[in-house]
């Protein structure tokens, strides 16, 4: 399980990796936005801090370059952000929900997947939900 916090930057770094595979600290930082891109040390920094922490490892030098993947699953770095969501509202879901409704980024067809899998985890447990 992830037991780290990750910053904005260190996610959209880890991002980089997630989506690409393995890359140079150069590779990562021309994934960003032409207009939002930090700079080049900045990144690197930041990918030093996120091999410290574990969240990803040096897989190969070529050259000088150091190619870095991902350590830590996608899965993995979101069940811990929705955790510490879940965690500032006392653990209560239903504020969450009410504002992914709210703003129109929960769709029927998200509810369907979330019934599924409520489904799906009660009949693993033993417990029988009314329909």
């Known amino acids: 399980m992830l037991l ?3 910053t904005r930057l260190e996610l959209q770094i880890m991002e980089a990796l997630w989506t690409r595979g393995p890359c140079s600290v150069r590779e990562i930082q021309e994934s960003f936005p032409a207009k939002k891109r930090p ?3 900045t990144v690197q920094t930041t990918v030093y ?9 040096r897989v190969k030098k070529i ?3 150091l190619i870095f993947d991902a350590a830590v699953s996608r899965e993995a770095a979101e069940r811990r952000l929705v955790d510490d969501l879940l965690g500032l509202f006392g653990g209560r879901s ?4 009410a504002r992914l409704v709210e703003s129109g980024n929960l769709t029927i067809d ?3 997947e979330a019934e599924k899998i409520l ?11 009314p329909k």
């Open 4 to 6: 780290l916090k990750l």
């Open 39 to 41: 700079a080049y040390t």
């Open 94 to 97: 239903r504020p969450i929900m």
């Open 49 to 57: 801090r996120l091999e410290v922490k574990k969240a990803l490892r």
């Open 110 to 112: 998200d509810i369907r």
């Open 119 to 129: 489904l799906e985890r009660d009949r693993e447990r033993g417990e029988e939900r």
């Open 63 to 65: 050259a000088t370059a």
